[in-house]
């Protein structure tokens, strides 16, 4: 099969031919359709998870996937073959992952049934974000008519982040920088949208909630070494500074990148999320679409023959997901509705 490899430590990742893989007890084997270029995709691919994970080369990178179950393991009775799926793989080292034609993963945590309302396209450019997004929001506890800052919230995570905010009945105020942005960000959901580059985001946000607000989603990556644990003073006090001017007395926090600190961890009013699979956050997202209240956020599509081309977009920050499509056929109907538009 096509996989997209890191053939060995320090070489750049490439398509190469890989053994399908066999799925083991409580496995599937899935027929991947469509993934999504995550940040932290980026991030494994270039050697930087060395210091947290084992790399089991020849390590096939990627997270998200939608697909079609093509064989069940022993003890797999939720799936059976040709069923649609979609959700994110996250393992305990660098490899077996969902750049490819074919994966197997753990049935029990991994997937959930596709709805019929997102296309394979988005449901396969979900996973990680969305999962995330809930994590993030879920962490706060807030109740409908509280006020949430989404900060970050045109990229893959915050797009997803927005829309669950809004469909719990939360005032969402999201920090976008330019027209299209704010357009974007009002279209899922969002109440009041902040130029971060205008002015102090803290002295915005006052404007707008003079008491403060009740809780913040914070998906800025300030510093990289945050994500291993290395150095993380300065991202933590920056948070730490923002937090302190926006929050209502009360209002909690959640952040993804290790941002905060240890003490406002202890208080409970800051969380620093790690985002997992689990059936009951891919079935709360399922709802959600079922329910018409959560989309695809897809705004550019790759086929994985040039999946290079889809990191080096999702690099520039530009909205929502950068889809990658790893099925010939379902490519060649994404490009002709692309040629079509
Ligand atoms: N811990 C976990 O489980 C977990 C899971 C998923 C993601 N993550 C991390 O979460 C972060 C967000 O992921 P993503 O997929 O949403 O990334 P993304 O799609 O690249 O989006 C990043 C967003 O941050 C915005 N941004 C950048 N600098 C900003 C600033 N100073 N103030 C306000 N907004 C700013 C960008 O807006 P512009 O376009 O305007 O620059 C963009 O909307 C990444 O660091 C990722 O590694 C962690």
């Not at 210091?51 to 996937?65: H, K, M, T």
């Not at 394979?120 to 997004?133: P, R």
């Not at 993030?136 to 807030?142: K, R, S, T, V």
């Not at 003079?210 to 300030?222: A, C, F, K, Q, Y």
Request: charge should be negative; aromatic fraction near 6%.
């Amino acid at each position: 099969m096509l996989a997209y490899v890191l053939p060995s430590a320090g070489a750049q990742p490439e398509l190469s031919d890989a053994p399908i893989p066999t799925p083991g007890p409580g496995e599937v084997l899935v027929r991947v359709l469509a993934s999504s270029a995550n940040p932290v995709d980026d991030m494994v691919a270039s050697g930087f998870f060395r210091e947290v994970q084992e790399y089991r080369y020849p390590a096939i990178i990627g997270r998200d996937l939608c697909g079609v179950i093509e064989e069940v393991g022993a003890d797999v009775t939720k799936f059976a073959p040709g069923d649609t799926v979609w959700g994110f793989i996250k393992r305990d080292h660098v490899g077996n992952g969902t750049f490819a034609e074919y994966v197997t993963c753990d049935a029990s945590r991994s997937i959930a049934h596709k709805p019929s309302q997102l296309s394979d396209i988005d449901a396969g450019s979900m996973g990680l974000s969305a999962v995330t997004a809930l994590e993030c929001l879920d962490a706060l506890g807030l109740a409908s008519g509280n006020t949430v800052l989404i900060n970050g919230a045109t990229g893959g995570v915050g797009s997803f982040a927005v829309q669950i905010a809004a469909a719990r009945g939360l005032r969402v105020l999201a920090t976008g920088r330019s027209a299209p942005a704010k357009k974007y960000l009002e279209e899922l959901g969002a109440h009041e949208v902040i130029d971060w580059t205008a002015g102090s985001l803290a002295d915005a946000v006052l404007t707008l909630s003079p008491e403060g607000v009740d809780g913040v989603v914070d998906l800025v990556r300030r510093d990289r070494s945050v994500i291993i644990g290395m150095d993380e003073t300065p991202a933590k006090t920056a948070v730490a500074e923002l937090m302190t001017a926006v929050l209502k007395p009360g209002g909690r926090f959640s952040t993804v990148n290790n941002s905060a600190s240890d003490d406002l961890i202890s208080r409970g009013v800051g969380f620093n999320i790690h985002s997992e699979p689990t059936p009951e956050n891919l079935e709360t997202l399922n709802a959600l679409a079922e329910r018409g209240q959560l989309r695809g956020c897809v705004t550019s599509v790759y086929p994985l023959a040039r999946i290079d081309e889809a990191f080096a977009h999702q690099r520039q920050h530009g909205r929502g997901k950068t889809a990658v499509v790893i099925d010939d056929a379902l490519w060649a109907a994404t490009a002709e509705s692309i040629d079509a538009a």
